[in-house]
C-alpha cells in the first residue's frame, strides 16, 4: 500500500472514530485530521515530523483501535 492510499484510509478512519465518544474524550481527533491533511512530502526526518506522524498520529491510532475493541463501540 503506498503512502497515498494510507492516507486516504487513514482519513476515513479518523472520520469513524470522530463519531465514538470514548476516543473522543481520549484523543484529540481534530489534531490527527489535520496531520492527515496537512500530509508531508518532504522533510520526514525532521524532529517535528516525526514526533506528529510517527510518534503521536500512529500512537493514538493505535488508542483508539484499542478502545473500540474494548468497549465495542464501533467507530
Do not use: H
Not at 484529540?28 to 512530502?41: H, I, K, L, Q
Not at 483508539?64 to 463501540?73: L, Q
Amino acid at each position: 500500500m503506498g503512502l497515498d492510499s494510507a492516507r486516504e484510509e487513514l482519513a476515513a478512519r479518523l472520520e469513524e472514530m470522530a463519531t465514538s465518544t470514548a476516543i473522543a474524550g481520549l484523543l484529540d481527533v481534530g489534531r490527527m485530521r489535520d496531520a492527515v491533511a496537512n500530509w508531508p512530502t518532504t522533510g520526514l526526518e525532521e524532529p517535528d515530523v516525526e514526533r506528529l506522524y510517527r510518534f503521536a498520529l500512529l500512537r493514538a491510532i493505535a488508542v483508539a483501535r484499542f478502545v473500540t475493541k474494548a468497549t465495542g463501540e464501533s467507530g
